[in-house]
Each structure stands twice: as structure tokens, then as C-alpha cells.
């Protein structure tokens, strides 16, 4: 799926831009940069400022291939998506990374191409450029200060469409566990463990007098809430009956 992102810079004026977009696509795994009409560049002799700023990704910055038009650039992409930050006269299909992503995954999961184009750094895309983009993607900035600089553009488009690579693939919950049970180093305690946990601490308020067994309200119901949430582990279970022991213990003495 990653070779069939392509990213499109349109007249990019500060080389430096070009190097630093060549350095947020490798990050997000991308490689297709095509550049419709640079000002003043050539990827076989790239300035200084565009390699200091492509850092590791000169490979890719060397790699961009320059072409006369937008037409040209995108002839073999089924999805245009260009990116602006401007409202325009007449409404064009409009999304947000988040769901031009999802979009994207439609089609790259039919091994076809998706296009995302960015604009000149003072103008953007003019009307025509957008019209020949299937979709319009803007980010949701700032109201009163929305255009981000066009690498920075480059970075959040790549990045929801890496997010949304890697969830297709099923990728994404493997690596980064948004349930701290799962790859846990201990094993989960289980529900008989926490009961038995739960009647323990009810028992040892008792004793403590913490807990009125005649007017107990709702203090183990939101007890039991809080240690339900932290899914603790056998060892962890462990820890807080030893600490409940000890405590009785020295409430005995
Ligand atoms: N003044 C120009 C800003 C150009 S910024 C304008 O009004 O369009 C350079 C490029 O970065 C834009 O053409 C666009 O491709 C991208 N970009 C900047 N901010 C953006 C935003 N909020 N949403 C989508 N793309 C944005």
C-alpha cells in the first residue's frame, strides 16, 4: 500500500520545503514524490538547504521525479486528494485527514494509486488545480491562523494515512496496546482473585471502622469500580492482600 501514495508538490518555491516534505514522507514509509514545476530546483543537483533539510531522505529528494503539469503528475492515479487551507467559491467534496485516509484505504486496498497534492507556499492550489482533485482535504487548524507550512502539511496527510495503513493491516493493536492486559509481563488476576481481593479490603474496612456495615452506602461499589478499571494483575492482587494482612495485623496488636 505504501508505494501507491504518491505525494505532488506544485511549484514549490523554497527548496528547503522540498527537502524537509521528502524527510516526512520517509518517516511515514513513503517514497513517490513527483514535483510539478519547481522553482528553481532539480533533483539531480538538489540545493544544499533541501538535502541539510531531507536529512536521512535525500534518497528520496534525489529520487523526485519533476514534471511540466498537474496532469501529468497524477495521469495514473484513480484518487486526487489536494490539500488547502482555503475555502472555496464553489463547495468541493470536503474531508478531513481522518476520512480522506479512510478513503484512501478503499483504494489502495484495489492496488490502485492515491495522489495527495499540495500548493504553492504563498498561493496554494489555484481553482483549477483543485478542480482536477476528486477531493479537498483540509486540515482543521485554527480558524484566524490556518495555512501550515506546506512540509508540516505533507507530515499530518502522511501520517493519517500511515494510521490508516496500519490499522487496515491490523498493525496498529499489535504494537501499541490500548489495554494494558494485553503483552502484560504478569498474568491478569482473575474475577475470583478480585472478589476475593474486594471481600478482603470489605472486610478489613470493617475492622478499621472505615466502613459502617449499617450504613455501608456506596463506598464498595465505587471501590470495586476503581480496581475494575486498573485491571490488575495476579501480582499486583497479591500485593494489596499482603498490605491488607498487615494491616489487620497491626490493628490486632
Ligand atoms: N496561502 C496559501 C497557503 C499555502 S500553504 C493558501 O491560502 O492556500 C502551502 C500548502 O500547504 C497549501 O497549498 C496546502 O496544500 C497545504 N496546507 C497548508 N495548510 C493547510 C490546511 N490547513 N489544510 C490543508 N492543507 C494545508
Excluded at 486528494?81 to 486496498?109: F, Y
Amino acid at each position: 500500500m505504501f508505494q501507491d501514495i504518491r505525494i505532488v508538490l506544485i511549484n514549490t518555491s523554497h527548496s528547503g520545503n522540498i527537502g524537509s516534505a521528502a524527510r516526512a514522507m520517509k518517516t511515514m514509509g513513503f517514497t513517490d514524490l513527483v514535483l510539478v514545476d519547481p522553482v528553481d530546483f532539480d533533483p539531480k543537483h538538489p540545493s544544499e538547504v533541501s538535502v541539510a533539510m531531507a536529512t536521512g531522505a535525500a534518497d528520496i529528494l534525489c529520487g523526485a521525479r519533476v514534471v511540466a503539469t498537474l496532469a501529468e503528475a497524477v495521469e495514473d492515479v484513480a484518487i486526487v486528494m489536494g490539500a488547502s487551507a482555503r475555502n472555496r467559491h464553489i463547495p468541493w467534496p470536503l474531508m478531513h485527514p481522518r476520512q480522506a485516509a479512510g478513503k484512501a484505504i478503499t483504494v489502495l486496498k484495489n492496488e490502485q494509486k492515491v495522489a495527495l497534492v499540495f500548493g504553492r507556499e504563498r498561493t496554494g492550489l489555484t481553482n483549477e488545480e483543485l478542480s482536477m482533485c476528486q477531493v479537498h482535504v483540509h486540515i482543521p487548524t485554527n480558524e484566524e491562523f490556518s495555512s501550515l507550512n506546506v512540509a508540516s502539511a505533507v507530515q499530518v496527510l502522511s501520517y493519517e494515512i500511515r494510521m490508516a495503513i496500519l490499522d487496515s493491516q491490523d498493525k496498529l493493536d499489535a504494537h501499541y496496546s490500548g489495554d494494558w492486559g494485553v503483552s502484560w509481563d504478569n498474568d491478569l488476576a482473575n474475577q475470583k482473585e478480585i472478589n476475593g481481593f474486594i471481600e478482603h479490603l470489605e472486610r478489613t474496612l470493617v475492622d478499621i471502622e472505615f466502613l459502617d456495615p449499617t450504613n455501608p452506602r456506596q463506598l464498595m461499589p465505587r471501590l470495586r469500580r476503581l480496581f475494575q478499571r486498573a485491571v490488575p494483575d495476579k501480582i499486583e492482587i497479591n500485593i494489596l492482600r499482603g498490605i491488607l494482612n498487615m494491616v489487620k495485623r497491626n490493628h490486632d496488636k
